[in-house]
Nanobody, 121 residues
Framework: QVQLVESGGGLVQAGGSLRLSCTAS????????MAWFRQAPGKEREFVAA????????YYADSVKGRFTISRDNANNTVYLLMNSLKPEDTAVYYC??????????????WGQGTQVTVSS
């Protein structure tokens, strides 16, 4: 129904910044919430950030609050994750996810393929 494609990952030094993008295509919903998750090697997938349909409500994991910013451009069906002050512990595969409706509560039905973020010390 909906396809999500992430981009913008790469290798960056600690303290640097990256901006991830996720674009939805296919049969998109009238309204949908978006979120970012990440999975580090040997660890389970964890929540990073979420944003509701209007963009007026955002939510962050404590580990990234104050450093990461989630935003969206509904006209282009794109959600962004601006990551500042990156730390080696931010190294992970980052996934975007989407769900119908305006609220952020799961389950998230649609997932991207992931993009690798590697932060060197």
């Amino acid at each position: 129904q909906v396809q999500l494609v992430e981009s913008g990952g790469g290798l960056v030094q600690a303290g640097g910044s990256l901006r991830l993008s996720c674009t939805a295509s296919g049969r998109t919903f009238s309204t949908y919430a978006m979120a970012w998750f990440r999975q580090a090697p040997g660890k389970e997938r964890e929540f990073v950030a979420a944003i509701n349909w209007s963009g007026g409500s955002t939510y962050y994991a404590d580990s990234v609050k104050g450093r990461f910013t989630i935003s969206r451009d509904n006209a282009n069906n794109t959600v962004y994750l601006l990551m500042n002050s990156l730390k080696p512990e931010d190294t992970a595969v980052y996934y975007c996810a989407a769900k119908p409706g305006v609220g952020v509560r799961g389950p998230y039905d649609y997932w991207g393929q992931g993009t690798q973020v590697t932060v060197s010390s």
